[in-house]
């Protein structure tokens, strides 16, 4: 739920089947007020769909379609999901990008980019908050006249204690790093969750915190301006350019198969995917000062590095 002036909205997930009609009926009955989709999940690649992952790629483009058409805002659940399958940060960051690239490409008029923080959960505040920088100044360079994006933050849910009194203060202490890119929507995550489903009493409390921090924080000094958020911010930026030009050049980023290929061959990866049959699971990742970085054999490489060796193995060409 949500509010636009005085007036409350409500916003549902696309579902996992029979899209195009859940999507009718939730406009139908309560007026959704945008639609979250993603592109590579929600099937069985995580065993949270009934659908293969090419016939999930090729559901979620005409989903994606269809609301475009319809002039329906479109939120799109990718680069978080690479992240709490501990992908590296270039990945998380790529894949956001991905997914706004792809929605412009379908007509989406008005963009919504979900910030999942806090994931993984053992990444710095510093290497957070240059992430989700990177992440927004890169979305604002494919921003135009017809391509409006807006920013919605919320904590991660592996970060939060079962201890509720902890989760109270990683609810409170997620939203003011929130705070610091300025987003349009706040995404209140139930402090509660890690211990039970949340009831009426933990999402009022829970948006009471949150509500108290956003006054809090608006004046508050900036982090954004801090050497080391500025340094991981361009490298990351550097690193996420070179695999987002590598995806465009070498495919249609509209194109299912195409997109089921990068997936296949390793270009999006993750170590917790291992044993899955959609990806190879065999990225290695490198906790390093609070980020993420790809690894081989513990030792840390750059993203160059980590293609060059898939491409050795496949028929992407790494001429660009």
Known sequence: ASRCGNHPILRCYAGTDNLERFAKMLIKTINNGWSAIPIFWFNKMDGRGPHDLITSLNEHLNLISYHADVKLPVEILESHH??????HDTIVVTSAILGALICKRLGVENYIHQYMFNVPPQTSHKNDLAKMLCVKELLEEISD?????FHQTRAGLPSFPNDLDLAKGQLASSTALQMQINPDIIHVVSFSEPNHAANYEDVIQSAKIVHQIIKNNLDAPKQTFDKDVIYRKEELKAESKFLIDFINKNGDIIDPIYLHSLAKSGILDAPMLKNNKYVPGKSE????????????????ISEFERIAKICDKSTFSLDI
Do not use: I, Q
Not at 287 to 299: M, R
């Open 145 to 149: 006249y017809n391509f409006n994006v």
């Open 285 to 300: 990742t490198l906790l390093f000062e609070g980020g993420f970085y790809p690894s081989l054999g513990g030792k840390k």
């Open 82 to 87: 690479w992240g709490m399958r501990w992908a």
